[in-house]
């Protein structure tokens, strides 16, 4: 096992630190998968050929394209389990009859939460894939005046139903648009960060002193973007004027923005990241995380 882990790791107060950091990294990947991201084509040039598990696979019989076959391919090497669940559940919704996008969002809830700390003892190119993706796609999106990049869209969450919004997002993902293509390319390079930690497992390490140095003045040069000084001032205007303020929020230029800064840290510190971020993709870690970032 490869063991990328330097120095000393950090501790104490300065933990608030590393979880306000590794809080962005995960809320800004969170924001990308939860508003699937149109990049533009949808080439399969380069993808490997794939074949259907079985003549009766009624899930790839409905959505019968290579992103979503590589996907499916990907799921049971790494859980065949889930792959199973997914294949049975897909042929019973389409028994009763759901459509495409109905199957779409089968098809993004089969991930694991539990199984995708394995992600913590994978490479960091896969780390630095995601991002890339990730950030491609919120460039994209931001270029484009989607509805998702301004701040307004979330202001009227507040008085929507979960339901409303689920079919909001499910409208957003509708199969063959962009935004699945991107959203199950995100989905299938998870998968193989996965596959590889489970083959190929690594050490990452915990972030060091110097790591926490170094990602001190990562978030600083975050707090000083415009919008996040904007927002850091919100508290004190008036109710009219917040709204004002976040309305001309770009999310996804925000969000691009902290991906940016992660990606421009060096290799190691992003390696030793990789592994603490991938570790909190549990569910109960996420909260401890969140918890604990009130007093950074």
């Keep these: 096992m490869y063991d990328a882990s330097k120095g000393h790791s950090i501790s104490g107060g300065d933990s608030n630190l590393v979880f306000g950091a590794i809080f962005v990294g995960v809320v800004a990947l969170a924001f990308c998968i939860a508003f699937l991201i149109p990049i533009?084509?949808?080439?399969?040039?380069?993808?490997?050929?794939?074949?259907?598990?079985?003549?009766?696979?009624v899930l790839l019989a409905q959505l019968n394209d290579p992103h979503t076959r590589e996907f499916f391919t990907l799921l049971e090497q790494t859980d065949p389990d889930a792959a199973l669940d997914l294949e049975i559940d897909a042929?019973?919704?389409?028994?009763?009859?759901?459509?495409?996008?109905?199957?779409?969002?089968?098809?993004?809830?089969?991930l694991d939460p539990s199984g995708l700390q394995t992600l913590a003892k994978s490479d960091v190119k896969h780390f630095d894939a995601i991002l890339n993706h990730a950030r491609t796609g919120l460039d994209s999106m931001s270029d484009g005046r989607s509805?998702?990049?301004?701040?307004s869209t979330y202001e009227q969450f507040a008085d929507m139903s979960q339901y409303r919004i689920m079919k909001e997002v499910e409208t957003t993902f509708g199969y063959g648009s962009d935004a699945y293509e991107w959203g199950i390319q995100l989905n299938s390079l998870v998968l193989k960060a996965r596959l590889d930690g489970q083959k190929n497992p690594v050490r990452n390490g915990t972030l060091t002193a110097q790591d926490q140095t170094l990602l001190q003045n990562s978030m600083m040069q975050l707090i000083?973007?415009?919008?996040?000084?904007?927002?850091?001032?919100?508290?004190?205007?008036?109710?009219?004027?917040?709204?004002?303020?976040?309305?001309?929020?770009?999310?996804?230029?925000?969000?691009?923005?902290?991906?940016g800064i992660l990606t421009s840290l060096p290799t190691d510190t992003r390696r030793r990241m990789w592994g603490e971020m991938a570790s909190y993709l549990n569910e109960a870690r996420f909260n401890e995380a969140i918890s604990q970032i009130g007093g950074f």
């Excluded at 533009?40 to 074949?51: T, V």
């Excluded at 459509?99 to 993004?108: A, G, I, P, R």
């Excluded at 509805?147 to 701040?151: E, I, L, Q, T, Y």
Aim: aromatic share 2%; glycine share 8%.
């Design 147 to 151: 509805k998702w990049c301004k701040g």
């Design 91 to 110: 042929e019973m919704a389409v028994e009763n009859g759901a459509d495409k996008n109905e199957l779409v969002m089968m098809v993004f809830n089969a």
């Design 40 to 57: 533009g084509s949808k080439k399969s040039d380069g993808l490997p050929d794939m074949k259907l598990t079985s003549t009766d696979n």
């Design 224 to 259: 000083a973007d415009p919008q996040v000084m904007q927002l850091m001032m919100i508290g004190s205007m008036s109710e009219q004027d917040q709204r004002a303020a976040i309305g001309k929020v770009d999310a996804c230029q925000l969000g691009s923005s902290a991906l």
